[in-house]
C-alpha cells in the first residue's frame, strides 16, 4: 500500500525510472502536446494516457451487462462507490465489480513496465485516495500540485517528440466528460436507450437512488458536476463547457494522429489480466 508522505514526497529532477498516468481530464489544465514535454523534463521515463486502461473496463462492462437482469451502477469513479458504501449500502449489490481506467491502466502498465515506479496525476481527492490503497501505485500528485512543480522548475518542454507511449485507443478521450463511458462501451443491442441514465453530481445522484425508475438498467454517474472534468484538484476556473470543449478538441486532434504499428493489437498483450473485483468491502 502506498505510504501516504509519497504524495508530495517526489523530487525532481527525478532518478530511475518512473511511469506518469494521465487521465484525459488533463488538457483542462494543462497544454497538449506540451506537458509530455514538461513531464519529460522533470524526469517521467514513460508518460501513458488512462485510455486504453478505459477500453479495456468498457470491454468488462459490456460483457457484466450482457448478462444482467438487476440494476448495474457504474464503478469508474471512486467517489459514487465510497459514497454508496457510505450511505446508500443496500446498492451496494448493484456496483458493477469491475476495477476503475487508473487501476485497470496500472496493471496494464506493471505488465509491459514492471520495473517503472508508477505515478497517477489525479483531479480529484477520491481519486488519490483509491490510488493510495491501490498497492499497485507508487506516488500520487494532482493537478494543482503538479501546476505549482512545472511553475518552479521552470519545464521549457522544446526538445522531445510529443508523443505519449501510446495503447491504441483513442475514443475514451472522452470519458472524463459525463455519460463518456456509456457513450464509448457500445450498449446497442445490450441495453436500451431508454434503460440508461446518465447523472452527473452526488446530489444528485442521491436523489435518485432514494427513488430509483425501475426501467433503469444501467446507471453511468460521476460524483462531480460534468464528470472528471469538475474536480476539486482541477486549477481552472473556468466554466464546465468551457472544459468540455477542451477534451472534445482534444479528442478531434487525437483522431488525425497516426498509432505507430507495433501498438496496434495490445489487447490481445493484455490478456491474462484481471481487470474485475470480488465486491466492494
Request: charged share 30%; aromatic share 12%; glycine share 6%.
Amino acid at each position: 500500500m502506498v505510504n501516504k508522505k509519497k504524495e508530495l514526497n517526489l523530487k525532481f529532477p527525478l532518478r530511475g525510472k518512473y511511469l506518469i498516468m494521465l487521465a484525459p481530464s488533463f488538457v483542462v489544465d494543462f497544454s497538449y502536446p506540451q506537458i509530455i514535454g514538461q513531464l519529460k523534463e522533470l524526469g517521467f521515463d514513460k508518460i501513458v494516457e488512462l485510455t486504453f486502461g478505459a477500453k479495456m473496463v468498457n470491454r468488462e462492462y459490456h460483457a457484466l451487462l450482457e448478462n444482467s437482469n438487476q440494476l448495474v451502477i457504474s464503478t469508474v469513479c471512486p467517489g459514487i462507490v465510497e459514497t454508496i458504501k457510505e450511505k446508500f449500502p443496500q446498492y451496494k449489490k448493484n456496483l458493477i465489480q469491475v476495477v476503475s481506467p487508473m487501476i485497470a491502466m496500472a496493471r496494464v502498465c506493471k505488465k509491459f513496465y514492471p520495473k517503472h515506479k508508477i505515478v497517477f496525476l489525479s483531479p480529484c481527492n477520491f481519486k488519490k485516495s483509491e490510488a493510495k490503497k491501490s498497492g499497485i501505485i507508487d506516488y500520487v500528485i494532482d493537478y494543482r500540485e503538479l501546476d505549482e512543480v512545472l511553475k518552479k522548475q521552470k519545464t521549457s518542454s522544446k526538445n522531445y517528440e510529443f508523443r505519449f507511449d501510446k495503447f491504441y485507443n483513442d475514443y475514451t478521450k472522452i470519458y472524463p466528460l459525463a455519460g463518456g463511458l456509456s457513450k464509448t462501451t457500445r450498449l446497442k443491442g445490450i441495453v436500451k436507450k431508454n434503460e440508461v441514465k446518465i447523472i452527473d453530481g452526488i446530489s444528485k445522484v442521491s436523489k435518485f437512488l432514494q427513488k430509483p425508475d425501475k426501467n433503469i438498467k444501467f446507471l453511468d454517474c460521476n460524483f462531480c458536476l460534468g464528470g472528471c472534468i469538475g474536480g476539486p484538484c482541477i486549477v481552472s476556473q473556468e466554466k464546465i463547457n468551457k472544459r468540455r470543449k477542451k477534451v472534445l478538441n482534444y479528442f478531434a486532434v487525437s483522431q488525425k494522429e497516426e498509432i505507430p504499428k507495433f501498438r496496434i493489437g495490445l489487447v490481445e498483450k493484455a490478456k491474462g489480466i484481471n481487470f474485475r473485483l470480488k465486491s466492494f468491502k
